[in-house]
C-alpha cells in the first residue's frame, strides 16, 4: 500500500499512523457503512480499519484478516499481538484489522452501566445486572438500532471493506466468535477467500453458552489428573477437588461482601460475592495453560483465608462487560439473536454435576428479556459446506470450545484439516511459534495438503506454579 491510500468511489482514506509495539509501516483509515444495510438510509457506522503492511516489497495481494472473539472484542486492540505472533506471515503479506460494527473504534456499544455499584456503593455479583442492562439499553437506543449488530450483517461489513481496499482475495483468520464469524463469511463470500484459519473453533450446534459449564468441569477434573499424575503438584496439593469444593460450599452457604482495596486508577470496590460469581471467573481462569498452571496454587492460597485474593480474582471477571475492552452491547445483541434463542429446554442437563452451575447460562437468559433481538438467516446453526481450503486449530484442554468442535465443522469441509495442538488452551499461548510456522506454510501454499503439522504433538506442558504469588 502507498503512504496514503484514497479511492474516490469509495471514500476511503488510509493515511500512516503509528501504533505502539508494532514495528514497520502501518496505515489507519474509516469507511462508513449503513447500520440498516437493507434499506441503505438512516444512520451510518464508521468501520476502523488498521492495516500492518507487508514487509517485504512487492508482496502479496492477498492480505491476512483477523477476526477476533468475545462477542464484543476487537481486532485492533490486539495490533500489537498480530504484529508479533504473526510476524512470518506479515513479511509477504499486509496483516488487516478491522473491527466489526459496534466493537472497539467502530462505533464501540459499551455498557459501562454494568462496572456501576448500587445505592449503597456494593458491586453486585451479576456480571450482566438487568438493572443496568435497562439503563444501557435505554442510553444506547437514543442513536443505535440495537438489532442491526449481528454476525451477518458484520460480516457483509466487512466484505464491503474488503472490496473498497482493492483485495481480490483475502486470507481469514478467525479465534473463538470471530470463527463463527468466519464461517458466515464462508457461506455469505466464499469466493472471495483464498484461505480460511479457525482457532478455538465454535460449532454450528452450539449456542453459547451452552457447553460452557460441562467444558469447564471437563477441564477441571482433567486439570486434577494431570497434578495428580506430577509428583511435585501432588505433593503440593494432595485435595485439590475435594479443596476446591469445598470453597464453593462456603461461598454458597456464606457469600461475603469484600473490600477489594484499590488498583490500576480504581478506588477501593466492594464487591457481593457469590459462588456463581467465582465459579465464573475461575472457569476463565481455565482458559490457557499458563494461568491453568497457576490454579492450584491459587485455590491453596485462598484456603488460607486470603479475601484481599478471592475479591481480585473474582473482580475481574465481574467487571469484564462493564469495562471499555469488550462491548457488551454487541456481546449481547448477538447473544440475544443467535444463542439464547437456541438454547436447549433442559438447562439442568447442561449444567448438573459441574463446578460450574447454571449462573453464566441464567446471566445470558435473563440479559436477553431485557435486550432486543434481530434477525438470522436460514442458514443459521446450519453446517458450513466449502471447498475453500481450510486449516482448522484447537487446544487440547480447550475449556470453552473444546476439539469436539473442529471436529464438527470439519465434515462440511472438502479441503479442511483439523490440527488439535497438545497441551493447549484456548488462547494461542505458549503453542505460538508452532501456529504460526502452521498458518504461514499454509497460507503461502494456499493448500493444507502434505502441511507439516508435527510441532501440534511436541508442544511442553507449562509446569505448575508451586505458589502464586
Known amino acids: 500500500m502507498i503512504a496514503a491510500l484514497v479511492l474516490a468511489v469509495t471514500q476511503i482514506v488510509l493515511s500512516p499512523c503509528v501504533i505502539e509495539g508494532v ?273 492450584p496454587a491459587l485455590l491453596k492460597t485462598l484456603a488460607t483465608g486470603d479475601q484481599k485474593l478471592l475479591g481480585e480474582t473474582s473482580l475481574n471477571a465481574r467487571l469484564l462487560l462493564g469495562g471499555e475492552r469488550l462491548a457488551a452491547g454487541f456481546f449481547l445483541s448477538v447473544s440475544c439473536t443467535e444463542d439464547v434463542p437456541f438454547l436447549p429446554k433442559n438447562l439442568a442437563a447442561l449444567t448438573a454435576n459441574t463446578f460450574a452451575g447454571d449462573y453464566r447460562l441464567r446471566q445470558q437468559i435473563d440479559a436477553c428479556r431485557v435486550w432486543p433481538s434481530g434477525k438470522v438467516s436460514t442458514k443459521h446453526g446450519q453446517l458450513t459446506r466449502s471447498t475453500v481450503p481450510t486449516l482448522l486449530i484447537s487446544g487440547e484442554f480447550d475449556p470453552v470450545t473444546p476439539p469436539s468442535g473442529g471436529e464438527e465443522v470439519l465434515r462440511g469441509l472438502s479441503k479442511g484439516l483439523h490440527v488439535v495442538v497438545k497441551n493447549n488452551g484456548h488462547p494461542i499461548g505458549t503453542a505460538a511459534k508452532c501456529i504460526e510456522s502452521m498458518m504461514a506454510s499454509f497460507i503461502e501454499k494456499g493448500s493444507t495438503a502434505a502441511l507439516d503439522t508435527s510441532c501440534a504433538a511436541t508442544v511442553s506442558a507449562v509446569p505448575f506454579a508451586t505458589s502464586f504469588r
Not at 498480530?82 to 464501540?108: H, M, P
Request: glycine fraction near 6%.
Open 23 to 295: 514495528p514497520g509501516p502501518t496505515h489507519c483509515g474509516n469507511y462508513r457503512v449503513w447500520e440498516d444495510r437493507t434499506l441503505k438510509r438512516g444512520r451510518q457506522i464508521t468501520i476502523s480499519i488498521t492495516v500492518l503492511n507487508a514487509l517485504a516489497s512487492p508482496h502479496k495481494p492477498d492480505a491476512l484478516f483477523t477476526l477476533q472473539g468475545g462477542p464484543g472484542d476487537a481486532p485492533s486492540f490486539n495490533a500489537r499481538f498480530y504484529g508479533r505472533v504473526f510476524a512470518e506471515i506479515r513479511k509477504t503479506r499486509d496483516i488487516v484489522l478491522v473491527d466489526l460494527r459496534g466493537t472497539g473504534k467502530s462505533g464501540a456499544l459499551l455498557c459501562p452501566e454494568l462496572g456501576l455499584p448500587d445505592s449503597s456503593g456494593i458491586l453486585d455479583a451479576d456480571i450482566l445486572s438487568v438493572a443496568a442492562l435497562r439503563n444501557c439499553r435505554t442510553r444506547l437506543e437514543k442513536q443505535t438500532d440495537l438489532t442491526q449488530y449481528t454476525t451477518e450483517i458484520a460480516v457483509d461489513d466487512l466484505d464491503e471493506v474488503r472490496r473498497a481496499l482493492g483485495y481480490e482475495q483475502i486470507n481469514l483468520y478467525g479465534t473463538s466468535y470471530g470463527s463463527r464469524v468466519a464461517q458466515v463469511y464462508m457461506q455469505r463470500h466464499p469466493s472471495a477467500l483464498r484461505t480460511v484459519t479457525l482457532k478455538g473453533v465454535v460449532p454450528p450446534s452450539m449456542a453459547s453458552p451452552e457447553n460452557h459449564a460441562r467444558a469447564s468441569e471437563e477441564a477441571w477434573q482433567d486439570l486434577v489428573k494431570r497434578c495428580q499424575a506430577d509428583t511435585q503438584c501432588a505433593q503440593n496439593f494432595p485435595n485439590l477437588d475435594a479443596d476446591f469444593r469445598s470453597l464453593l460450599d462456603n461461598l454458597q452457604k456464606t457469600p461475603p461482601v469484600i473490600a477489594v482495596p484499590a488498583s490500576d486508577g480504581r478506588g477501593e470496590t466492594k464487591l457481593n460475592l457469590t459462588r456463581g460469581l467465582f465459579a465464573e471467573a475461575f472457569r476463565n481462569f481455565l482458559y490457557s495453560p499458563e494461568a491453568s498452571a497457576r490454579a
